[in-house]
């Protein structure tokens, strides 16, 4: 059989052209030829030509009506077109294709279906009606990709693809979004802002919104002190009271909770209640969010992870990055396990602690498409090494992943868990955790992913035999500053997205020329057109973490064949339905200045989106709105009115350079930038 082996991109090609030893050849009694995309070299066609009948391509390409929403996805044919810049990339596949028996799709293969998509993208647009096959490889080294292909399946129907229905659902829902697009920037306009695009999406309005009500919160905190009695012994371990709404005990000065003190918590003795050896196992590998917040902390910006991790994968250094995996295979177990003592050597463990080598229930997995993030079987020379082929950034990656990993191969951690109280005021406790043995700790200590601070830090000392009551001082928690760290523990914890997403996302709202949000001092700050969008789209279900998950969860159900993949874009028009008189009131307060923004938000307005004055008549029972200037030219009634008939007209204008002249022409429907409209069209220069 002669198949035509499709790869995601050129890296990934160049890859398996060493795994197989050339970009043709035979492998396992076929004949075989690589061929690669770049992505997604296919796109769905514009809202207005997805659609034949001419009062639905005015609906679908008007960016100035809101009665145009919400959209009915049933509208739609849902046609896609190669990019113009990828067509060499289409027709080279396409050439390749007329003398294959079959396609095999060698895509990344995630959990999200991305891979499933962009193939079965390319083999529908070349009406492909023989066999295709799917290879599921974990990884692009020989023994992993020739393995792959020697169990590829057979998917000839995509229909019966799940992961494949589900990205299509997504892709289609995301489609959707546009209309809240569309539906932002026009209410922001029409508030009086020059903005470009008020760009959302399910996950975009999340980290908007969190950064949004995160600075809110802080501009609205108001500090309350309060004063309480507690006690430390004396090996300074702190014992206290858990505080509950009446409780009585809490002061708002210091002078009464000194005299709550001296009338009645005098010294005392520490009485121990339990003495328990605890152990503790390793953690589960990082994953591309925690790994992005450990180095969000040293200042380097996702996209730079991103692409820095991505780059290291391709040349075998490390696994998969875009894996959501938590745990990895035995066979990915023991294909590493003999490199241990070279990848501790690099990072700077000593390897006498790698003495726990039979893996952990918690940490292995039957089956996972490529594993949890982990070092590649390629073991670089040293840190130094990768630091001058991938700089600074590389090395703390590696450095990072590679712990992460050996981390598996320690003991456990072992510490004396003690808890005590004050002898004769037994509501006041405390805990103690004194290490014994810190095995894996030593080499990793996942304490570093936090995204916030304790009240108070464990003391490794054991209790004492003493203690004495002082004047506590705290304060009601400040609501944290949005730190990177911050936004993506958030989307963790709520589990929006995979971490690969979570992580490309916030790059796309927080980095370039046009991004909504900046970094300032460690801590995200909405730009300018940041704090616009985020306020139109505040209290929207789009922006609503419980929403994005919601959807998510629909999609693996997709996934699974319990829901229909076009049910996906159908919830669109429910979100719309319920999120545009929210918009509409948001804007309102914009307009009005009841908004909480930003003084400099004003900047925008000044330079306010101006509409040029329209005129409008109507064809087949639609309203169709034109400018009623052209080349400074402003139409009299009369022309106006032969515009609207259909006719020509002629009148002089001035061109830029202040010369007269004379143009004739007629009201046309016109495209540009995508974007289709009505107005006059030169015909002839007199």
Request: net charge positive; with cysteine.
């Amino acid at each position: 059989m002669k198949l035509l082996i499709l790869a995601e991109k050129a890296s990934a090609m160049n890859n398996f052209k060493d795994d197989l030893g050339g970009l043709s050849g035979e492998f396992n009694g076929n004949h075989y030829q690589l061929v690669r995309s770049q992505g997604h070299i296919m796109q769905l066609k514009s809202p207005d030509k997805q659609v034949t009948n001419d009062r639905l391509v005015e609906k679908y390409a008007d960016w100035h009506s809101l009665a145009n929403f919400p959209w009915n996805p049933q509208d739609f044919k849902w046609e896609k077109e190669v990019v113009s810049k990828y067509r060499k990339v289409f027709n080279n596949i396409k050439a390749k294709s007329k003398n294959a028996d079959a396609i095999v799709i060698a895509t990344d293969n995630d959990s999200t279906g991305e891979g499933d998509l962009l193939a079965w993208e390319i083999i529908n647009a070349l009406g492909w009606h023989k066999k295709v096959f799917r290879e599921y490889h974990s990884d692009e080294t020989k023994a992993g990709f020739t393995k792959a292909l020697r169990n590829m399946e057979d998917v000839s129907d995509q229909m019966k693809q799940g992961v494949y229905l589900k990205a299509r659902g997504r892709q289609r829902f995301d489609f959707m979004s546009m209309q809240l697009v569309r539906i932002a920037t026009i209410l922001a306009r029409e508030a009086g802002y020059n903005v470009k695009v008020m760009n959302g999406g399910r996950l975009k309005s999340v980290i908007m919104d969190t950064t949004y009500n995160q600075w809110i919160a802080r501009k609205n905190y108001v500090k309350k002190p309060y004063f309480e009695v507690r006690y430390r012994d004396d090996h300074g371990n702190v014992l206290k009271r858990t505080f509950k709404d009446g409780d009585k005990w809490r002061w708002p000065s210091e002078m009464l909770a000194n005299n709550d003190l001296r009338q009645n918590y005098g010294p005392d003795t520490v009485t121990v209640d339990s003495k328990k050896l605890m152990r503790q196992a390793p953690p589960a590998l990082l994953t591309l969010t925690q790994l992005a917040i450990l180095l969000s902390k040293k200042g380097y910006k996702n996209g730079a992870i991103m692409n820095t991790y991505q780059t290291m994968y391709q040349d075998h250094y490390l696994s998969y990055p875009r894996t959501d995996d938590t745990k990895i295979t035995m066979d990915q177990y023991n294909e590493l396990l003999p490199l241990k003592d070279k990848i501790a050597n690099v990072v700077g463990v000593d390897t006498k602690l790698l003495t726990h080598l039979k893996p952990r229930a918690k940490h292995i997995v039957k089956a996972a498409p490529h594993g949890a993030n982990r070092p590649g079987l390629k073991v670089p020379s040293s840190l130094g090494m990768l630091e001058k082929k991938y700089g600074k950034l590389g090395a703390l990656i590696y450095e990072a992943v590679a712990k992460s990993y050996l981390a598996m191969l320690c003991e456990d951690y072992v510490y004396e868990h003690q808890k005590a109280y004050v002898t004769n005021h037994k509501d006041f406790v405390g805990t103690v955790n004194i290490p014994k043995q810190l095995n894996y700790k030593a080499v990793f200590d996942e304490n570093a992913l936090r995204t916030k601070k304790k009240d108070e830090e464990e003391n490794s000392k054991s209790f004492g035999t003493n203690a004495s009551g002082f004047i506590y001082q705290g304060v009601n928690p400040k609501p944290q500053k949005p730190t990177p760290a911050f936004i993506l523990g958030f989307l963790k914890r709520h589990n929006i997205g995979t971490p690969a997403t979570q992580v490309t996302t916030l790059a796309a709202v927080a980095e370039g020329q046009h991004s909504l949000l900046k970094e300032k001092r460690g801590a995200y700050e909405l730009t300018n057109a940041g704090w616009i969008d985020a306020y139109i789209y505040h209290g929207t279900m789009i922006a609503s973490p419980n929403t994005t998950k919601q959807v998510f969860d629909l999609m693996d159900k997709v996934a699974t064949f319990d829901l229909n993949t076009n049910q996906i874009p159908l919830l669109m028009t429910q979100i719309v339905n319920h999120d545009l008189p929210i918009m509409k009131s948001n804007a309102k307060k914009l307009k009005d200045g009841q908004a909480p923004i930003m003084e400099d938000v004003e900047d925008l307005k000044a330079k306010a989106f101006k509409k040029k004055p329209q005129a409008s008549f109507e064809k087949e029972g639609r309203e169709i709105k034109f400018n009623k200037e052209w080349g400074g030219h402003t139409f009299t009634p009369a022309e106006i009115a032969d515009l609207a008939a259909g006719a020509m007209i002629t009148f002089e204008f001035k061109k830029k350079n202040g010369e007269k002249a004379k143009v004739q022409g007629a009201l046309a429907k016109q495209t540009y930038k995508k974007h289709s409209f009505w107005g006059f069209k030169p015909m002839k220069w007199l």
